[in-house]
């Protein structure tokens, strides 16, 4: 299966699919009404003249300079249509489409069986992808079972969902739904698909200002009023109009033809990435099946529907009559290609899930033995003893191979996040899905273990923080004091959802209250950088702070000192010995191959958390090669001694999360060699 970098890669390649596509058809319309255009305004001028026909023009009775006036008019109006829509979803983000579809956003801390069950899934999801926690948004009064993932990045992406599939699909069937949109979120269609978005808006602009056109025309053409000449020249208006209509919605139809060739290949590559990550054919086969026995179907009825036709899990829209307009493969095959037995044996009756339905089906699926720990509203804990603190792996393995296990989305990690939740104490697991429990808990992560430290702490607490997050801190702390390391950085990304919903000043008032907390002791451990770096990456995009431009770096000999500042203060972490951090260097500087030959083990003073972080800004701005050789080389050199410890997991995160590269929270394969 495709790694994160190869899918990046796809991603990337398809964009420029679409944008050679799209431009042509851009041009050609662009060809068409300048040359249409043209001709019209010269026979209006020639006819005044009692010249010739336009049909008689020769070449040399051309005027280039006016056909490139009338290009340019046309080109700007459909850029001006692109740029205004990518604008205004930039602006919103993934919320906005979902608002625009009817959603309403399911808040962390609701208790309703099907809210909580896909809001648990789709954390579960999130930790074991290295995800940002998407917000989850229901259309309420959509009955057919379908979802979406939109957004321009994972910092603003949400995960849409209609009632149908939370009311008709159990939790396997659901977590395939959800396994395949992450797909989306994980591998670059996001952005792929606001894009189609954009250019089709702007392709539409020229109909619809053609259909204006012709309809002005049309209502002022009154010959009692006008003159013979005026209207002579409403005619030419009324005709321009109309190739201007017939251009942009031909325009039109050529992009959706684009538009649904691109979308159904990239659904059957998600319905693969869905299976790779749950393991479980028979759940997104059995929701696809169910699409198929619904009477409703995967339709959805909102007004908008068709302008994010090609987001949808399943076809959002009426059969077409001609399958080249559809945006998703037929249902039979995508059901074939999960389960090669189907015959098209659809269920004749699909009934609704309530909570007594899916205790049961899991009852039964474990055999009788009980309920399993994961189900949707459990409120038992996992012994955190079964979270593991180590991974063992054998050292001689390529890191290709490491990379493949440890950072694509299984199973595996599937059940870990499960386990990690359900391991921590129900009062944390609550707190941390609504705003002030959320804000209370992670700043009782950056509660210094000193005594002086954290009475400075508590001093910067009374003073700058919210009198009823404060309250829930002294609350909380007992549980706080008590988590495992390995739960922090988990535990930062379980919040992201409430912390959204914070206002603009909540936000800008918790962002002052961290830095007082963390400056109390004059210095920054690895932790609180770790945890400053993924919150505020996060949420400053959410709060709609811009980011910085970056210029694409392609050679690896700019980045050498930056590389090296990185491997070094790796190689150096929970390592005593010199020798050994340098050595444990030396091996992940044969990930670079020929190139090795620019990465130094750097003295300690160039290798300060200040060096680090101003090396993982410059690193962001790396071509994809480099970003995975730079991975690759850090997991080779955290494997070294053959074991990894919570900070080394911790640091990875961050800087996977630099190279906007998603990765879990920590490197755990409980009781597993990679092989």
Same mark, same amino acid.
């Given at each position: ?9 796809? =991603? ?10 799209? $431009?042509?058809? /851009? ?10 255009? @043209? ?33 340019? /008019? ?8 692109? *740029? ?37 899934? /789709? ?13 989850? @948004? ?35 069937? $659901? ?46 053409? !009154? ?14 208006? %009324? ?20 538009? &649904?060739? $691109? ?15 749950? +393991? ?25 529907? &068709? ?14 009559? $001609?399958? %080249? ?45 009980? %309920? ?37 989305? &299984? ?5 870990? %996040? ?41 001093? =910067? ?30 535990? *930062? ?35 609180? @950088? ?16 811009? +980011? ?38 030396? +091996?992940?500087?044969? *990930? ?15 290798? &300060? ?30 494997? @070294?001694? !053959? ?33």
């Amino acid at each position: 299966m495709r790694d994160f970098f190869e899918r990046q890669r796809l =991603a990337q390649r398809k964009t420029w699919q679409l944008m050679v596509y799209f $431009l042509l058809a /851009v041009g050609l319309i662009v060809a068409m009404v300048t040359i249409v255009c @043209y001709v019209l305004l010269s026979f209006s001028i020639q006819r005044l003249n009692s010249a010739a026909t336009p049909f008689n023009l020769t070449p040399s009775q051309w005027d280039p300079l006016v056909m490139a006036q009338i290009a340019g /008019v046309v080109s700007l109006l459909i850029l001006s249509g692109t *740029v205004y829509k990518y604008l205004r979803l930039q602006s919103g983000g993934g919320s906005m489409i979902a608002e625009m579809l009817g959603g309403r956003i399911i808040y962390p801390a609701s208790n309703e069986f099907h809210e909580r069950r896909i809001l648990n899934i /789709v954390e579960e999801m999130a930790l074991a992808s290295g995800v940002t926690v998407p917000s989850v @948004y229901v259309m309420e009064r959509e009955h057919g079972i379908n979802a979406f993932a939109a957004g321009f990045s994972q910092e603003d992406a949400v995960l849409g969902v209609t009632r149908g599939a939370l009311k008709y699909l159990t939790r396997e069937e $659901l977590q395939g739904v959800v396994a395949h949109e992450f797909s989306h979120i994980l591998y670059g269609d996001m952005l792929i698909n606001v894009r189609l978005q954009g250019i089709l808006h702007g392709i539409l602009v020229l109909g619809l200002l053609g259909e204006f056109m012709l309809k002005s025309s049309l209502f002022y053409d !009154d010959s009692s009023i006008r003159s013979k000449a005026s209207h002579s020249g409403g005619v030419y208006f %009324a005709v321009i109009g109309l190739i201007m209509l017939c251009c942009g919605y031909t325009g039109v139809f050529v992009a959706k033809l684009i538009k &649904s060739a $691109l979308s159904r290949q990239r659904e059957f590559l998600a319905d693969a990435s869905a299976v790779q990550f749950t +393991r479980n054919p028979s759940g997104l086969a059995g929701a696809l099946k169910k699409i198929g026995g619904l009477q409703e179907g995967s339709l959805i009825r909102n007004p908008h529907a &068709s302008e994010i036709s090609h987001m949808y899990f399943g076809n959002g829209l009426s059969k077409s009559w $001609l399958s %080249a307009f559809s945006t998703h493969p037929p249902l039979l095959e995508r059901i074939r290609r999960l389960d090669p037995e189907f015959r098209g044996n659809f269920p004749q009756e699909v009934k609704y899930i309530d909570a007594t339905e899916e205790e049961a089906m899991m009852y039964a699926s474990a055999g009788g033995r009980g %309920a399993p720990a994961h189900k949707g509203v459990s409120s038992s804990e996992a012994d955190a003893a079964t979270i593991n603190r180590h991974i063992f792996i054998d050292s001689m393995v390529g890191s290709q191979d490491m990379r493949e296990v440890l950072l694509s989305p &299984s199973a595996e990690h599937m059940r870990m %996040a499960r386990e990690l939740i359900e391991s921590l104490p129900g009062s944390i697991r609550r707190g941390v899905r609504n705003g002030f429990g959320s804000r209370a808990i992670i700043y009782g992560l950056l509660l210094d273990d000193k005594a002086t430290v954290r009475q400075k702490q508590f001093v =910067a607490l009374e003073q700058h923080a919210d009198p009823k997050v404060y309250a829930e801190l002294q609350r909380l702390l007992a549980k706080i004091d008590g988590l495992l390391p390995e739960h922090r950085l988990p535990l *930062v990304d379980l919040s992201m959802p409430a912390l959204k919903n914070l206002s603009k000043n909540q936000y800008a008032s918790f962002r002052k209250v961290i830095k007082h907390l963390m400056d109390a002791d004059q210095k920054i451990d690895l932790f609180e @950088y770790s945890l400053q770096h993924v919150l505020i990456k996060h949420l400053d995009a959410h709060f709609g702070k811009p +980011r910085e431009n970056i210029v694409p770096i392609t050679s690896l000999s700019r980045l050498r000192d930056d590389i090296s500042c990185v491997l070094s203060l790796l190689a150096r972490l929970d390592r005593t010995d010199e020798e050994t951090a340098r050595k444990s260097l030396m +091996r992940a500087a044969r *990930v670079f191959e020929k190139e090795m030959k620019y990465i130094s083990f750097l003295p300690t003073k160039f290798c &300060s958390l200040k060096y680090f972080d101003a090396s993982l800004r410059k690193l962001e701005s790396a071509g994809m090669d480099i970003k995975r050789k730079v991975l690759d080389a850090c997991l080779e050199c955290i494997v @070294y001694d !053959d074991q990894v410890t919570v900070r080394e997991a911790e640091i990875f995160r961050v800087i996977a999360d630099a190279l906007n590269c998603p990765a879990p929270p920590w490197l755990t394969l409980r009781d597993q060699k990679i092989q």
